[in-house]
């Protein structure tokens, strides 16, 4: 799964975001799997994630229940996560290392910091994919604090005009950079979407351009 790569950095460097993906592989250990990725879905929950969703159903923050998105759940879910710090992540993987479910397991977040934490639990990746940046008509994208928000959906639900809008409302002081941060991870539904570092984003852009935001 690669569409969490993409995340861009140029706004706030590393940062402090993280997302997780599990799964079942599908045509090797897919059928029956519904129950072991509940106990995923449970297990991950217990690490107060900043986002939660089955990318399937939704999510905890497209306004789902954690017991309507369980009861959902079949065989190919796709559980999707964000943590905005990483001893919350490592406490996810730590959970997920000591169930030993068999499910796969995929980690987006900066490799340095990603890789130690695997070290410290005693966990060897299986594979590592990089992102190599971006190709052609750069001119063509949005401002930078616009693409950071934008590519924390790597499947594009949560559009650059609605960005703008927010950064618009917590300018004015119409919103909070908390509030605004929750709206735009309502529209993706895979909880990969950190709307911790989105309002930390918004927050910075309000400030450097002189809004007036109240929390």
Same mark, same amino acid.
């Given at each position: 799964?690669? =569409?969490?790569? =993409? ?7 590393? *940062? ?12 090797? #250990?897919?059928? *029956? ?6 106990? +995923? ?64 397991? +995929? ?14 639990? *005693? ?31 790597? =499947? ?21 950079? +908390? ?14 979407? #950190? ?17 007036? =935001? +109240?929390?």
């Amino acid at each position: 799964m690669t =569409h969490t790569l =993409h995340r861009s950095r140029d706004i706030d460097g590393l *940062g402090e975001d993280f997302a997780i993906l599990v799964m079942a592989t599908q045509g090797f #250990n897919d059928q *029956g799997a519904a129950d072991k990725l509940r106990q +995923v879905y449970r297990l991950v929950a217990e690490s107060e994630p900043d986002n939660l969703a089955d990318d399937n159903r939704g999510g905890r923050l497209t306004e789902l229940s954690d017991s309507e998105i369980l009861s959902q759940m079949g065989d190919k879910a796709y559980i999707g996560a964000a943590f905005s710090d990483r001893a919350r992540l490592k406490d996810a993987l730590a959970r997920l290392k000591q169930a030993d479910l068999g499910m796969s397991v +995929v980690v987006t977040g900066e490799y340095d910091v990603v890789f130690g934490i695997l070290k410290e639990l *005693g966990l060897k990746p299986h594979t590592v994919n990089m992102s190599l940046g971006v190709f052609g008509k750069k001119e063509l994208l949005p401002d930078k604090e616009v693409l950071a928000v934008a590519t924390m959906c790597g =499947h594009q639900m949560v559009p650059n005009s609605r960005i703008e809008q927010l950064q618009t409302e917590v300018k004015s002081g119409r919103l909070s950079s +908390v509030e605004a941060g929750l709206k735009l991870a309502a529209t993706c539904t895979c909880g990969i979407f #950190n709307p911790v570092r989105a309002g930390r984003i918004l927050e910075k852009t309000c400030c450097q351009k002189g809004g007036n =935001h +109240v929390d």
